[in-house]
């Protein structure tokens, strides 16, 4: 999520940067409202896929390997199984 932001922010904060006088201190404060709101904005989709995928693949909390030294965890049943 962070990477698709900045990819898209970064060039429209230079191409303003470049094209129109701003003092800096406007700069901070209208790039900081639309990374905000943006991030903000991305919450949900970018959640949204993370569960498809999961949903996809079928795979849950309870999928983690037992690491060594660990205690035996008890999973519960796959109601998809």
Do not use: C
């Given at each position: 999520?962070?990477f698709i ?12 940067a ?20 943006l ?32 205690f035996?965890?008890?999973t ?6």
């Open positions: 999520m962070t932001l900045g990819f898209t922010v970064v060039p429209v904060a230079l191409w303003v470049m094209s129109v006088d701003w003092p800096l201190w406007l700069h901070a404060v209208v790039w900081t409202v639309v990374i905000l709101g991030s903000l904005g991305m919450l949900r989709p970018a959640k949204a896929y993370l569960m498809a995928l999961q949903f996809r693949h079928r795979s849950s909390e309870y999928d983690l390997p037992d690491l060594p030294g660990d035996p965890r008890k519960p049943p796959n109601p998809r199984d």
